[in-house]
């Protein structure tokens, strides 16, 4: 059964009323959708659906809050990223270290990122330690500015580049240990 953007809607707005029916069916609609993105930022499962079932908690008490503008699920895929940052700040996993102002960048091919499945990117993140994993995501997932990030997370722009240019040297590490791609030299 295909669910409508009207039925959406319809469970958003009798989740404000506090109905258990319509906020299963929200929870469950976006689970396979949203969840991909907790599991993004963490490195296990069960920290995953803990980020998953906080950030719920927040939308169904916050759901008067969301203006109509924009797709539901955007604003709560915005809600589920903040829990993911406070998530791992919370858990002090998050260690940043001396930042390095000019980061050098390392490309890794879009072509070869499109062969791999979401699953093998999401393996690939799970490798990365807690703080380059965050900038990673919030840069290139998110599409947020070295500026944005280092507000948010309240570091140097010099620290979120370095950090982005660290997980990006693992990833490529991790795609010539899986063999995806050969080392050129």
Request: charged share 25%; aromatic share 10%.
């Amino acid at each position: 059964m295909s669910v409508s953007d009207l039925d959406i809607i319809k469970w958003g707005n009798a989740c404000k009323q506090q109905d258990r029916v319509a906020q299963e069916k929200l929870y469950k609609h976006f689970y396979p959708l949203l969840m991909p993105v907790c599991m993004s930022y963490v490195t296990n499962n069960d920290d995953a659906v803990d980020i998953y079932n906080q950030s719920f908690l927040k939308v169904f008490r916050s759901l008067d809050q969301y203006t109509g503008t924009g797709a539901l699920g955007g604003w709560i895929r915005r809600i589920i990223v903040n829990t993911a940052i406070d998530f791992i700040r919370k858990e002090e996993k998050l260690k940043f270290q001396t930042p390095i102002e000019e980061a050098v960048g390392i490309g890794i091919e879009t072509n070869i990122i499109a062969e791999l499945t979401s699953n093998e990117i999401l393996a690939l993140f799970r490798y990365l330690p807690p703080a380059q994993r965050l900038v990673l995501n919030l840069y290139i997932v998110e599409g947020n500015s070295h500026a944005e990030i280092a507000k948010e997370l309240n570091i140097s722009v010099g620290t979120s580049k370095w950090h982005l240019n660290q997980g990006r040297k693992l990833l490529q590490e991790k795609l010539y240990d899986y063999g995806i791609v050969s080392r050129q030299h």
